[in-house]
T-cell receptor
Framework: DQQVKQNSPSLSVQEGRISILNCDYTNSMFDYFLWYKKYPAEGPTFLISISSIKDKNEDGRFTVFLNKSAKHLSLHIVPSQPGDSAVYFCAASASHAGGTSYGKLTFGQGTILTVHP | EAQVTQNPRYLITVTGKKLTVTCSQNMNHEYMSWYRQDPGLGLRQIYYSMNVEVTDKGDVPEGYKVSRKEKRNFPLILESPSPNQTSLYFC???????????????FGEGSRLTVL
């Protein structure tokens, strides 16, 4: 049962344009959402996050939007740059849950973003 | 430099030959975790550890063992590897489970394992 889903395996965008990566989740206990970025031969690195009490969080060229009613979040990259080409993982956590959920991130399948010069 | 170090980075082995993937962090983190990455499935948690001598199963623990005898080390043990354990493995650490939840989860560079 995939609780976090990224339905687009890949996305190709022209440099300077907007990249929009999407993520859906099913678990209502999730209250914190994150995006990780992964380059080849490297581990994932944290990019941006959003708490469920917000609907938008911005950090430079990166903005994450959360629609709780639709259980959907998206990552916008504006403007896209060739260096943004990477795999992007959406992740979610039940940050106030105890037991086996404490500390656990549930990841989506990942979306390969390619930004063409 | 703060880092999570995994070894080996690449390994080809045969079915049934025991192997250990080591993981070490130099950040004095309490929380450590192992994930595997497979195409179409993303990153799935294998085992995690809240602190020394405290370990527990993640989502896909079958065929794996871990130990946490020291705070800095969290080895992943495959007692009898099988081809379905061919995967890319990541070790990760965080100051606490709470900080792991909110983005301060640091990953190693990954270990690509092939079981023939």
């Amino acid at each position: 049962d995939q609780q976090v889903k990224q339905n687009s395996p890949s996305l190709s965008v022209q440099e300077g344009r907007i990249s929009i990566l999407n993520c859906d989740y099913t678990n209502s206990m999730f209250d914190y959402f994150l995006w990780y970025k992964k380059y080849p031969a490297e581990g994932p690195t944290f990019l941006i996050s959003i708490s469920s009490i917000k609907d938008k969080n911005e950090d430079g060229r990166f903005t994450v939007f959360l629609n709780k009613s639709a259980k959907h979040l998206s990552l916008h990259i504006v403007p896209s740059q060739p260096g943004d080409s990477a795999v992007y993982f959406c992740a979610a956590s039940a940050s106030h849950a105890g037991g086996t959920s404490y500390g656990k991130l549930t990841f989506g399948q990942g979306t390969i973003l390619t930004v063409h010069p | 430099e703060a880092q999570v170090t995994q070894n080996p980075r690449y390994l080809i082995t045969v079915t049934g030959k025991k192997l250990t993937v080591t993981c070490s962090q130099n950040m004095n983190h309490e929380y450590m975790s192992w994930y595997r990455q497979d195409p179409g499935l993303g990153l799935r948690q294998i085992y995690y550890s809240m602190n020394v001598e405290v370990t527990d199963k993640g989502d896909v623990p079958e065929g794996y063992k871990v130990s946490r005898k020291e705070k800095r080390n969290f080895p992943l043990i495959l007692e009898s590897p099988s081809p379905n354990q061919t995967s890319l493995y990541f070790c990760a650490s965080s100051l606490s489970p709470g900080t792991a939840n909110t983005g301060e989860l640091f990953f190693g560079e990954g270990s690509r394992l092939t079981v023939l």
